[in-house]
């Protein structure tokens, strides 16, 4: 196995050296930390008024070696959340718009595969009123405003294993405004006949200082009979040209129980042995935390990651978790990527595998956002 990720990291190295003379300075500034923030909270509205459709998407594929210490162990076809979206919007007054967005991911039931002939699943649907003066307001299936501030993923393949909380969900009413350095958000959800109209309650801000930003975020559990909260803290600061590091905390109650919590290290849904095991599994009816640090340097068309966190959970114990990633930028759009990361499990926090030993995996992938 070593000898393999040598080989293509290897491979990938000796790719880049020809692209780093096409590169230019503007390209050495770090990359955007809260794109998906920008996206909804400083929007653009139209100078005229033609009805704008753009239609944008990502293929994300390659494969994987996911380490758990059974017969079962290889390399497997990995889809990471390929998607295509569509959005509209058309401008009905003076710094006014109105905007919907809907977007499909591509990979199969099993949430690792792209295969043919399966069907789409979606992912985001939601209607909104964009204001320069008066903030935007969005309703439907949307990212939530917890991950939009303090829960981003920062590696290429966009699914960062330690992390509290939900990436999406349905039923939201969001506001988002921003003024100067501030931006803020505001969102609950009505979902379901349950007898709670209000399901949840949700708030983040952020405060950018061009060389730092502070974000914060929380949600209330207004659902059932556990009503817990979970609030998260994020840092930036960006020291030189093309380094951006963050620290981060997220803690949530042991009553909380709106989202399962981080899907950890994923063991493969169609192994032949094993099913889907968790590298991280959750530890339901205990206050949990992650608590973790990440850095990246960008020089020419090459970005070095790497983040180390811990996942605490009261009574259960911890789990480490250490990742590194090289991603050669091909372009502004497309980027090939090798990664690695290791999970380190205290005896009550192992995989359900049955070796119980703690996961690791390798990647190595292609992007292209379009």
């Known amino acids: 196995m070593k000898k393999l990720a040598a080989a293509i990291l290897a491979a990938s190295t000796a790719l880049a050296t020809p692209a780093l003379a096409q590169t230019t300075t503007t390209e050495l500034k770090p990359t955007g930390t809260t794109e998906t923030l920008d996206d909804v909270a400083e929007p653009e509205i139209p100078l005229d008024d033609k009805f704008q459709v753009n239609f944008k998407g990502s293929l994300r594929l390659g494969f994987d070696y996911i380490d758990a210490g059974t017969d079962d162990d290889s390399l497997n076809g990995r889809d990471y959340l390929s998607r295509i979206s569509v959005n509209a919007k058309k401008r009905v007054a003076d710094g006014v718009a109105l905007v919907g967005t809907i977007e499909y991911g591509l990979r199969s039931d099993n949430l690792v595969d792209f295969q043919q002939n399966a069907d789409p699943t979606l992912r985001l649907a939601y209607v909104g009123v964009q204001s320069d003066d008066y903030g935007s307001l969005y309703y439907g299936s949307q990212t939530i405003v917890f991950h939009r501030f303090v829960r981003s993923s920062y590696f ?53 200082f061009d060389i730092a930003k502070i974000q914060v975020a929380g949600i209330k559990d207004n659902r059932g009979g556990n ?102 930028h091909l372009s502004k759009d497309a980027r090939l990527w090798v990664a690695f990361e290791t999970l380190d499990n205290d005896v009550l926090r192992a995989p359900s595998s049955s070796s119980g030993e703690s996961l690791s995996q390798f990647q190595v992938g292609a992007r292209y956002d379009f």
């Open 227 to 328: 009503n817990g909260t979970l609030w998260g803290v994020r840092g930036w600061v960006f020291p030189a040209d093309g380094l951006k590091l963050s620290a981060y905390h997220h803690q949530q109650t042991d009553d909380f129980d709106l989202y399962g919590g981080s899907t950890g290290t994923v063991r493969l849904r169609d192994a032949a042995t094993e099913g889907r095991v968790d590298g991280i599994p959750n530890c339901s009816g205990e206050s949990r935390s992650v608590t973790g640090v990440f850095g990246s340097y960008r020089f020419g068309g090459n970005e070095l990651l790497g983040r180390y966190a811990v996942d605490s959970c009261d009574i259960s114990g911890d789990v480490n978790s250490y990742k590194v990633e090289y991603a050669h």
């Open 156 to 208: 290429s393949d966009g699914l960062d294993s330690t992390r509290l909380g939900s990436i999406r969900d349905d039923d939201m009413l969001q506001y988002y405004y921003s003024t100067g350095g501030l931006t803020v958000g505001l969102a609950t959800q009505t979902e379901n006949q349950d007898g709670d109209s209000f399901d949840q309650f949700q708030i983040g801000a952020e405060y950018d």
